[in-house]
Each structure stands twice: as C-alpha cells, then as structure tokens.
C-alpha cells in the first residue's frame, strides 16, 4: 500500500479489510472492559500517542493473534 493514496481510497481499503474491522472490534471490547484507561485516553492527548505507538510495536503480535482467532473461528 502506497503511502499517498487518498484519503478517500484509504477509507475504502479499511472499510473492506476484514482483518482490520476485528482488529476494531478487540480494541472496543478491551476498552468497554477497562473504562478507566479510555476516560484518561480522552482526557490527555498524548495518551493518544502513546496508545498509538504500543499498537505499531505491538502490530505483528496483534496481527498473529487475529490470525489465531479467524482459525478458531472456521
């Protein structure tokens, strides 16, 4: 994936990866069951960047995880 796409085509392209919509949807479930931590996430932006910055160094462990959950799941 080219890093200048547009906007536009880059929205389409998430909007359709399957992988990306539970990558989502694990990130939604872990915060519903830690509200603390998202209260502080929206009150300090740059907890932003760091929450950001854990998920890039910890993409390829996430990435085999959602692999292991699609297997599980067939």
Request: hydrophobic share 40%; with cysteine; net charge positive.
């Given at each position: 994936?080219?890093?200048?796409?547009?906007?536009?085509?880059?929205?389409?392209?998430?909007?359709?990866?399957?992988?990306?919509?539970?990558?989502?949807?694990?990130?939604?479930?872990?915060?519903?069951?830690?509200?603390?931590?998202?209260?502080?996430?929206?009150?300090?932006?740059?907890?932003?960047?760091?929450?950001m910055?854990?998920?890039?160094?910890?993409?390829?462990?996430?990435?085999?995880?959602?692999?292991?959950?699609?297997?599980?799941?067939?």
């Amino acid at each position: 994936m080219c890093a200048y796409r547009p906007i536009r085509r880059l929205n389409q392209y998430y909007k359709s990866n399957e992988g990306f919509k539970a990558w989502i949807k694990a990130n939604e479930q872990w915060f519903k069951e830690n509200p603390n931590v998202f209260k502080q996430l929206l009150r300090n932006p740059n907890m932003v960047n760091l929450f950001m910055d854990l998920m890039v160094m910890n993409a390829p462990r996430i990435e085999k995880r959602l692999h292991r959950h699609a297997r599980n799941k067939k």
